[in-house]
């Protein structure tokens, strides 16, 4: 995925150029939001490991120390930004894209399995520099039925290209690898929710001139993670 210039500029390019507008109204309210009250901080620790990176939570807050939601954040008692609705809209059409994808290409005979429909009420935003990483792990906080139903975890990944980890085990050497590129949406739901997943490497300068061009993204990744509490 990912894009060039010809994706916003080919006419017969609808999808993408309405990815590429997404990509660029995500950013920016990211940016205004993320300088507001509840806006970006440098999270400490996660399970013993320095984060390296920033974040900002929308919805809920989540507090990487507890490993638990909250309505404000312990350390400033900033309530977190609502999801905007456009970003609602945005991870409606990504689940309904994805189950279409699921079913072209099922085989006839064999039972599909449909990502089920989530409600988001937190988004984590993260922003990554090129020395951003996060270590394998679960997204496991939130409610029982939330992960019993296994409600997806949506991912948007924008800005420099992400090296993404993922697998059975907290094993960095058994993950599997795949390079997330600006634009591009990783769902993980169903039997597959509490995969372990990190980021072992952000690519510099990957981003798509025309996307840092028109929202002066600084050099880094910008993700966004969409679960239901
Ligand atoms: O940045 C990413 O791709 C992963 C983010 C993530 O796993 C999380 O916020 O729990
Ligand atoms: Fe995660």
Redesign the pocket.
């Known amino acids: 995925m990912g894009g060039g210039d010809d994706e916003i500029r080919t006419p017969a390019a609808f999808p993408q150029r309405q990815k590429a507008r997404e990509s660029v109204n995500i950013i920016k309210r990211c940016q205004r939001l993320g300088v507001g009250s509840g806006g970006f901080y440098i999270p400490g620790y996660r399970d013993g490991a320095k984060l390296n ?1 920033r ?1 900002m939570c929308l919805g809920k807050n989540w507090d990487p120390n507890s490993h638990s939601y909250g309505d404000t954040r312990p350390f400033d008692g900033a309530q977190p930004p609502n999801i905007p609705e456009e970003f609602k809209k945005i991870v409606k059409d990504a689940i309904q894209a994805s189950n279409e994808f699921l079913k072209q290409n099922a085989r006839a005979a064999s039972a599909v399995e449909e990502v089920p429909p989530l409600s988001p009420d937190i988004c ?1 935003v ?1 922003f ?1 520099t090129s020395s951003g990483r ?1 270590g394998l ?1 679960q ?1 496991k906080d939130e409610t029982k039925p939330s992960l019993h139903k296994g409600l997806p ?1 949506v ?1 948007f ?1 924008l800005g420099d290209t ?1 090296e ?1 980890l993922y697998g059975d085990v907290k094993d960095d050497d058994k993950a599997s690898k795949v390079d ?1 590129e600006s634009g591009d949406v ?1 769902i993980f739901g169903g039997n597959s929710r509490l995969i372990f ?3 072992s490497r952000i690519k510099p300068k990957t981003a798509p001139k025309w996307l840092t061009d028109e929202t002066n993204l600084r050099p880094g ?1 910008l ?1 966004l ?1 969409f679960r239901q509490y």
Request: glycine fraction near 4%.
């Open positions: 990176l974040m984590l993260n990554y996060l792990h997204d975890v991912l990944s992400a993404f997330l990783l997943h990190g980021v990744r993700n993670t």
